[in-house]
């Protein structure tokens, strides 16, 4: 069964007077389980891709449906099974909070998906661990290195074992031991659970099943 499948995905944006074709009709297939890189050159439209799939913006124009919901008469069933880890640019970053400590984060996103007490502790213990975070848990955020932000960010995105990821060049600014780990952590979350979908020339070492690329978005 598939777990992604879209058909016809499309973003326009109207940016002072002019019109920027950021995805053209985007046709996919993922099934359950696989790993896909999606790759294209800066401003291809990889970001827009994901952040429609990920119901953070509308498109303009085709369907989807992901992880079993349609994107969009049931964008908040799609949410609740997935994970994103965002690119790390513009304000928010990655979505981490600078004035927050490294546990808040974690605990607070388990929070979000309803995961509290032991079972919250568990998985942040893992996260850290896995992504080589131990001994920083009472850090503010904001005194973390480049890459030990960028591995949180990640750990936010599986806090809750979604059954689909959608990674922005997650392993941007991560050095390469930091990389083969995520890559492993990618690996051991497929072996329990179903699909992991990478994006951006950051997925450069992913063991990606099948590659998609994207276009140059057209203004
Ligand atoms: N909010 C917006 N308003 C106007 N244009 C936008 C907006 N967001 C994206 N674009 C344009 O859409 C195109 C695709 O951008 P996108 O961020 O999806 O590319 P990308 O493939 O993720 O690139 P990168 O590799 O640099 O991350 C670019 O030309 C970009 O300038
Ligand atoms: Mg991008």
């Given amino acids: 069964m598939a777990i992604i499948e879209a058909r016809g995905l499309a973003r326009t944006f109207r940016s002072r007077k002019r019109t920027v074709e950021a995805v053209r009709g985007v046709d996919l297939t993922v099934g359950e389980g696989e790993i896909v890189g999606f790759l294209g050159p800066n401003g291809a439209g990889k970001t827009t891709t994901l952040r429609m799939l990920t119901t953070l913006l509308k498109p303009t124009a085709g369907t989807a449906t992901v992880a079993g919901a349609d994107l969009l008469s049931s964008p908040l069933e799609v949410r609740k099974k997935i994970g994103y880890v965002p690119q790390a640019i513009g304000e928010t970053m990655g979505g981490t909070d600078p004035s927050c400590l490294v546990i808040e984060e974690l605990l607070d996103q388990a929070a979000l998906y309803r995961i509290g007490g032991a079972q919250a502790r568990r998985r942040a213990e893992l996260l850290t661990d896995q992504l080589?975070?131990?001994?920083?848990?009472?850090?503010?955020?904001?005194?973390?290195?480049?890459?030990?932000?960028?591995?949180?960010?990640?750990?936010?995105?599986?806090?809750?074992?979604?059954?689909?990821?959608?990674?922005?060049?997650?392993?941007?600014?991560?050095?390469?031991?930091?990389?083969?780990?995520?890559?492993?952590?990618?690996?051991?979350?497929r072996r329990d659970a179903p699909v992991t979908h990478a994006a951006g020339p950051g997925a450069s070492g992913v063991p990606a099943d099948a590659t998609g690329s994207a276009a140059t978005g057209k203004e």
């Fill in 132 to 189: 080589e975070l131990t001994g920083l848990e009472q850090r503010l955020v904001k005194t973390l290195s480049g890459g030990q932000r960028r591995r949180l960010e990640i750990a936010l995105g599986l806090v809750h074992r979604p059954p689909l990821v959608f990674l922005d060049e997650p392993t941007t600014g991560l050095d390469p031991q930091s990389r083969s780990n995520l890559w492993e952590h990618i690996a051991s979350l």
